[in-house]
């Protein structure tokens, strides 16, 4: 499989009080508030990476996107998002979950895979990816606008050879979240929350290749989340 390693998943931080709460309920309690100054530093990584990363970020935050501040912090934990390289895989908290992290030298988002020698596609591909979840995005195929023929015997067994239990691909990949808990457009495959999804992975041959950059969709929904 290409990109073996290369996949994320997202879980939610447990809120104390609310322990076993349905994932879903999450979503749209999830958002910042449009406006928000959203700061952000970084745990590790060398400084020319970091500012890849902080290059990448920006681009959600353009003008006519999203109405929030990314405001990148030297020498500091006190944050909201802490980005660490350290360690296997992608992920991030989801939206405004990161705040109920107690530990400030915990990361919330993390980029395992990136080096300085990564091609700056990987690099945006992988940050905006990141960062949409930052924003409280889910991965497009959870869309509950979305509906997919899976062929789950093999999702099983090529996201298992990562390592990947079967519950952690049910919840990843199968369950969409609930729509009257979320904003919801209708399916985006060009979306950068979309996974890459071979056909070998459906029953119907769709298969969506590696998105890079934001889909005009991105652009008007996280606009229309953060006007
Ligand atoms: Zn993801």
């Known amino acids: 499989m290409e990109n073996s390693d290369q996949w994320c998943f997202t879980a939610p931080v447990p809120r104390p009080s609310d322990e076993g709460k349905d994932r879903a309920a999450l979503v749209k309690s999830t ?22 990363v902080k290059q990448a970020a920006l681009a959600w935050t353009a003008p006519g996107l ?32 990161c705040k109920w992290r107690t530990d400030m030298t915990q990361p919330t988002m993390r980029f395992g895979w990136l080096t300085l020698a990564s091609s700056n596609d990987e690099v945006n591909r992988v940050v905006l990816h990141e960062f949409g979840h930052a924003l409280g995005l889910v991965h497009e195929h959870q869309n509950p606008g979305g509906s997919f023929n899976w062929n789950k015997e093999n999702v099983y067994r090529d996201l298992g050879l990562i390592g990947w239990s079967k519950e952690q691909v ?13 904003n919801f457009t209708a399916f985006d495959p060009s979306s950068i929350m979309t996974y890459v999804i071979p056909a070998t992975w459906t029953t119907d041959g769709f298969s969506v290749g590696l998105n890079q950059t934001l889909s005009a969709q991105d652009k008007s929904f996280i606009h229309a989340q953060y006007p």
Do not use: C, H, Y
Request: hydrophobic share 35%; no cysteine; glycine share 8%.
């Open 170 to 182: 049910d919840v990843n990949m199968f369950d969409p979240i609930a729509q009257s808990e979320s």
């Open 66 to 97: 999203a109405n929030v501040v990314f405001d990148f912090r030297n020498n500091t934990t006190n944050t909201f998002i802490r980005i660490s390289f350290v360690g296997r895989g992608s992920n991030s908290d989801l939206g405004t979950t």
């Open 31 to 52: 958002k910042w508030n449009p406006g928000d100054v959203i700061t952000i530093s970084f745990l590790d990584g060398d400084p020319a990476l970091q500012e890849r």
